[in-house]
């Protein structure tokens, strides 16, 4: 059962433009939800998170929105950068029923082309 | 500093080999994980330690054992592996465990393992 999606496996955006990563889940229980940036033959690095209390966390070009009602989040990159091109994940959690675990979703090759 | 730590970067070991991954960090962060991530595949969890003591394990087979030393040290001790256990092995720490608040893990660059 995957309770975290990411519908879209790959993503192509021009230099200056703006990124948009969406991430859908079905478990009504999450209530933190994170973005990681992962280079091949790295490890994931952490991007920013958001409470399931907030409807929006912005830090510098990045900014992830968050739908409770539709179980919806975006991550969006403004302006994208060659740099940004890597696989980003979404992940989630539950504190009160699953503790320390994180369930990522399948991932989206971003793509940032000069 | 928010690094991880992961030794060895690449392993190749035979079936029949014992061997050791280490992980560690220095933020006083007092829970540590351990994930296995297959290409093109999200991380998977095997275990939790939460302030030293082992709080989660996924199901994870035997012939992968957990320890933590101390606060600031994970090991995976690895035996009798299979070629399809060859993966990306990597570590993350948080501030505490998730029971306590909602707090990101950070990771570490990981362990490429290949069994043959």
């Known amino acids: 059962d995957q309770q975290v999606k990411q519908n879209s496996p790959s993503l192509s955006v021009q230099e200056g433009r703006i990124s948009i990563l969406n991430c859908d889940y079905t478990?009504?229980?999450?209530?933190?939800f994170l973005w990681y940036k992962k280079y091949p033959a790295e490890g994931p690095t952490f991007l920013i998170s958001?409470?399931?209390?907030?409807d929006k966390n912005e830090d510098g070009r990045f900014t992830v929105f968050l739908n409770k009602s539709a179980k919806h989040l975006s991550l969006h990159i403004v302006p994208s950068q060659p740099g940004d091109s890597a696989v980003y994940f979404c992940?989630?959690?539950?504190?009160?029923?699953?503790?320390?675990?994180?369930?990522f979703g399948e991932g989206t090759q971003l793509t940032v082309n000069p | 500093d928010t690094e991880v730590t992961q030794t060895p970067k690449h392993l190749v070991m035979g079936m029949t080999n014992k061997k050791s991954l280490k992980c560690e960090q220095h933020?006083?962060?007092?829970?540590m994980y351990w994930y296995k991530q297959k290409a093109k595949k999200p991380p998977e969890l095997m275990f939790v330690?939460?302030?030293?003591?082992?709080?989660i394990n996924e199901s994870v087979p035997s012939r992968f054992s957990p320890e933590c030393p101390n606060s600031s040290l994970l090991n995976l001790h690895l035996h009798a592996l299979q070629p399809e256990d060859s993966a990306l092995y990597l570590c993350?720490?948080?501030?505490?465990?998730?029971?306590?608040?909602?707090?990101?893990?950070?990771f570490g660059p990981g362990t490429r393992l290949t069994v043959t």
């Open positions: 958001i409470s399931s209390i907030k």
């Open positions: 993350a720490s948080s501030p505490k465990p998730h029971r306590d608040s909602n707090y990101e893990q950070y």
């Open positions: 933020m006083g962060h007092r829970a």
């Open positions: 478990n009504s229980m999450f209530d933190y």
């Open positions: 992940a989630a959690s539950a504190m009160v029923t699953s503790g320390s675990r994180l369930t």
């Open positions: 330690y939460s302030y030293e003591k082992l709080s």
